[in-house]
């Protein structure tokens, strides 16, 4: 899964989709989540990497990971599965 390319993030945590005009602040782990979605990584190499920085379990992680990610999805920020694999 990939972050849309036309999704611009600042710094501070300002997402803003220009296609919707719409925007949304995160927190610096979703900066940091959003910027390794940037890179390309892995979920599995997303969530090794959280794991290693934060004091958190996996369970929660895998919990918020993936409310975070339903929520970009719902807001039409990532490419689709179909789009990345084609």
């Known amino acids: 899964m990939k972050l849309k390319k036309n999704v611009a993030i600042s710094e501070a945590g300002l997402l803003f ?3 919707t005009g719409e ?3 995160v927190n610096p782990i979703g900066i940091e989540i959003l910027n390794l979605l940037r890179e390309e990584k892995s ?3 997303i969530h090794d990497i959280i794991l290693e920085k ?3 379990d996996k369970t929660t992680l895998e919990k ?3 409310d975070f990610i339903g929520i970009l999805s719902h807001n039409n920020l990532l490419e689709s599965d179909e789009k990345a694999k084609a």
């Open 17 to 19: 989709n220009p296609v």
């Open 23 to 25: 925007s949304f602040s």
């Open 43 to 45: 979920g599995s190499q």
């Open 54 to 56: 934060y004091s958190t």
């Open 64 to 66: 918020d990971y993936n």
